[in-house]
Nanobody, 126 residues
C-alpha cells in the first residue's frame, strides 16, 4: 500500500484545513488508519485513528472537538478535518495504515504501523 497525504498549507490561527490520505496499490478497507504529527524538535505524536469500517474512532484527548477523522473506503481515502487551528498545531502531518489490526482495534503507537505517507506540512500563523 502506498499512502499519499496532502492538503496541508499555511493558515491563520482560527482557520481550518482538511487533510486527505489517499491509498494506492491495494485497497486499505481492512486497515486501521491513523494520523500522526511531528513538530520541530518533538516526537511524533498520535492525532486520531479510525478502524476498518469507521465504527470506532479515537482522538488524542487534547484535540477532541477540533479534529475529525473520517474515511471513504470506496475512494480509498481517509480525511482529517481540522478546525480552530492554533500555532501549536504547526507540524508535519503523516497518515499511517496497517492491515494487521483487528477490525475493532486502533493502534496508538507509531511503531505499530507498517505503511506511512510522506507527510504534509501544516503551518498556523498567529
Amino acid at each position: 500500500v502506498q499512502l499519499q497525504a496532502f492538503g496541508g498549507g499555511l493558515v491563520q490561527a482560527g482557520g481550518s484545513l482538511r487533510l486527505s490520505c489517499a491509498a494506492s496499490g491495494r485497497t486499505f478497507s481492512n486497515s486501521v488508519v491513523a494520523w500522526f504529527r511531528q513538530a520541530p524538535g518533538k516526537e511524533r505524536e498520535f492525532v486520531a485513528g479510525i478502524t476498518w469500517g469507521g465504527s470506532k474512532i479515537y482522538y488524542t484527548e487534547s484535540l477532541k472537538g477540533r479534529f475529525t477523522i473520517s474515511r471513504d473506503n470506496a475512494k480509498n481515502t481517509v480525511y482529517l478535518q481540522m478546525t480552530s487551528l492554533t500555532p501549536e498545531d504547526t507540524a508535519v502531518y503523516y497518515c499511517a495504515a496497517d492491515d494487521r489490526a483487528p477490525y475493532y482495534d486502533i493502534f496508538l503507537q507509531a511503531s505499530e504501523y507498517h505503511y506511512w505517507g510522506q507527510g504534509t506540512q501544516v503551518t498556523v500563523s498567529s
